[in-house]
């Protein structure tokens, strides 16, 4: 069955960097959309950023400029660089995946009804 484990979660002080990595089992990487959403308590998840298979990205206005996604087709993995963290970036991130066959330069889809799995999420705690 496909699994997504993210890891790389934890307390950072603000102005601190730290990434995270999803590695995902059960399904053929490069066939699908990886994105990175979260969600604060009391809030709604949101949207992160996201990657296609060709490596084409898209960010949410909040993190552009700080966070960097990647991914590396051969490891099955999708990396968020975060920098420059504020403490409202604190929630816990999730790593998603959105299946979209051939098409490797597919537009990275906002929403999350969009992603078919997901992954169990991991906490980012920025402290002031």
């Known amino acids: 069955q496909v699994q997504l484990v993210e890891s790389g979660g934890g307390l950072v002080q603000a102005g601190g960097s730290q990434r995270l990595s999803c590695a995902a089992s059960?399904?053929?990487?490069?066939?699908?959309?990886m994105g990175w959403f979260r969600q604060a308590p009391g809030k709604e998840r949101e949207f992160v950023a996201g990657?296609?298979?060709?490596?084409?990205?898209h960010y949410a206005d909040s993190v552009k400029g700080r966070f960097t996604i990647s991914r590396d087709n051969s490891k099955n993995t999708v990396y968020l660089q975060m920098n420059s963290l504020k403490p409202e970036d604190t929630a816990v991130y999730y790593c998603?995946?959105?299946?979209?066959?051939?098409?490797?330069?597919?537009?990275?889809?906002?929403?999350?009804?969009?992603?078919?799995?997901w992954g169990q999420g991991t906490q980012v705690t920025v402290s002031s």
């Open positions: 990657i296609n298979g060709g490596g084409g990205t």
């Open positions: 998603a995946a959105e299946f979209v066959g051939g098409s490797y330069y597919a537009s990275v889809h906002l929403v999350a009804a969009q992603y078919d799995y």
């Open positions: 059960g399904l053929t990487f490069s066939k699908y959309v």
